[in-house]
Structures are given as C-alpha cells and as structure tokens.
C-alpha cells in the first residue's frame, strides 16, 4: 500500500515557474514508477510526465517537454516535477501516481494522490 500526498501548486503568471512535490508513505516507495498526469477544466485527465522506479529513465508529454522536469529521490519517498516557462494552458489539478512501469497510461498507475491546482494566468 503506498499513499500519495501532491502539493506546491499555487497561482503563477505566465513564464513563471513551480515544482509540485509528491510525499509517498510506505516501505515499496522505491520498487515503483511514478508519474504526473493532470486534468484541465472540462478536460480529461492526461499524462505529463513518469519516471522509472530507479530514475533512470524519464517520459514526458509533448507539450511539457523541455519545459518540465521529473525526479524522485527515493530516499526520502519523495517525487518533484520542476515546471518552468508555464503557460495558461498548463492550468490544472496535477496528480501524482504510483505504478509498476513508467508508462502514460492512467490503468497502469495503482496509486493516485489528491492533486494540486495549478492556476497560470497570461
């Protein structure tokens, strides 16, 4: 069982920058992959960003690329997603997810966090 805990959204301008930080509970931390996805007003929820269990290996969106940065530092249970150079399109809850590969498929991630709204005004 692994619980998940999203925060450091907030209201940025445009260009402006945040990281969202993922606080995992549990002693697997490390054996799984996690991942961003988010959901915008009347929008389904789609994928960001996932990184495997090691950190080895990272995925990105299209649209997040070269912009966004995943990382987790499994010592701490902890996984960040720098976003810089935000966009009003950006707008939306953010939620972090654990699973078994580093995938963007949402039924491949067991655990989901509550999300965090992030707000980008232009």
């Known amino acids: 069982q692994v619980q998940l805990v999203d925060s450091g959204g907030g209201l940025v301008q445009a260009g402006g920058s945040l990281r969202l930080s993922c606080a995992a509970s549990?002693?697997?931390?490390?054996?799984?992959?996690m991942g961003w996805f988010r959901q915008g007003p009347g929008k389904e929820r789609e994928f960001v960003a996932a990184i495997s269990w090691s950190g080895a290996s990272t995925y990105y969106a299209d649209s997040v690329k070269d912009r966004f940065t995943i990382s987790r530092d499994n010592a701490k249970n902890m996984v960040y997603m720098q976003m810089n150079s935000l966009k009003p399109e950006d707008t939306a809850i953010y939620y972090c997810a654990a699973g078994t590969i580093a995938t963007a498929k949402p039924s491949a991630y067991y655990y989901w966090g509550q999300g965090t709204q992030v707000t980008v005004t232009s």
């Open positions: 549990g002693r697997t931390f490390s054996s799984y992959a």
